[in-house]
């Protein structure tokens, strides 16, 4: 789960429009124990979409009037809710938000379908907007997504050769099944390889809270926050990591590093020592 700032710091966006998305009922935030909101991964791939069609100039009331009409329906089968809007293809045509499926487009708020513009055999304009129709239509045979299993592995190949690539299916592997800690790890490891280490660390903080025991995430997320120069939080997130992994030298020699530039030279010593002796063990 996400805080409010966080999400505002990884998707560029001002308190005040996050807030009206949340007043606009966009969103399906939790709180913690002591009341604060936070936010799902589904939430911000939401927050995404939102902003990707803000970019397009259409104005944000209309934004989220789209969406929230969208979610109330099952446009394209991809499933009513926030869920089934997050899965979907959104794009704009002037001032009109579109719902994508291949070659089928629907008008978000009206929920009609949408027809490119054309003559007719008697020369007379077709019509470009038809209604829907409450009987279902039968959707034309494609070729079925591949499986997760098969995405983890392509995004894993491609890491080395085509970065990009790999965070798409990773980013495509979170869209349908957001619990997939080890997805979270290897994109937030892309991201951070790519400067963007807000992004990173809301991804090792995602697999943090879905497997608390996940050493590597822990261990990345301290490497991210001191990088952002956080350096408190590095020390927790390393000795979390070593909490999980006590033979990661790494962990400890960093939080070696932070225990002296913080005036706790014991510390320091003390996780130094350990360092020595795993490299000697190896």
Request: with cysteine; glycine share 8%; net charge neutral.
């Amino acid at each position: 789960m996400y805080s409010v700032r966080d999400a505002c710091a990884v998707l560029g966006i001002s308190l005040g429009r996050l807030r009206s998305y949340l007043r606009g009922g966009l969103l399906v935030p939790k709180r913690d124990e002591m009341g604060k909101i936070q936010l799902s991964f589904q939430d911000l791939v939401v927050l995404r979409k939102a902003e990707g069609l803000v970019a397009l100039r259409i104005p944000p009331r209309r934004v989220r009037t789209a969406l929230r009409a969208v979610a109330e329906r099952d446009l394209g089968g991809a499933g009513s809710g926030q869920a089934g809007l997050a899965r979907l293809d959104l794009g704009s045509e002037g001032d009109t938000v579109v719902v994508r499926d291949g070659n089928k487009r629907w008008d978000a708020i009206s929920g009609q379908a949408l027809l490119a513009f054309g003559t007719s055999q008697a020369g007379a304009p077709e019509a470009s907007i038809i209604p829907l129709t409450s009987e279902k239509s039968t959707p034309p045979a494609s070729a079925p997504a591949p499986p997760v299993p098969e995405l983890y592995q392509q995004a894993m190949a491609l890491e080395a050769t085509a970065p990009e690539q790999a965070r798409a299916l990773y980013a495509t592997i979170l869209e349908r099944e957001p619990d997939c800690v080890d997805a979270h790890v290897n994109l937030g490891r892309l991201l951070h390889e790519a400067g963007d280490v807000y992004a990173a660390l809301l991804h090792y903080r995602a697999a943090l809270s879905l497997r608390p025991t996940e050493a590597t995430a822990a261990f990345n997320a301290g490497v991210a926050l001191e990088d952002l120069g956080a350096n408190a939080d590095a020390i927790a997130a390393y000795l979390r990591a070593i909490e999980f992994d006590p033979h990661n030298a790494d962990a400890h020699y960093n939080v070696a590093r932070l225990f002296e530039q913080t005036g706790q030279p014991d510390l320091a010593v003390r996780h130094l020592l350990l360092y020595r002796q795993l490299l000697k063990a190896k």
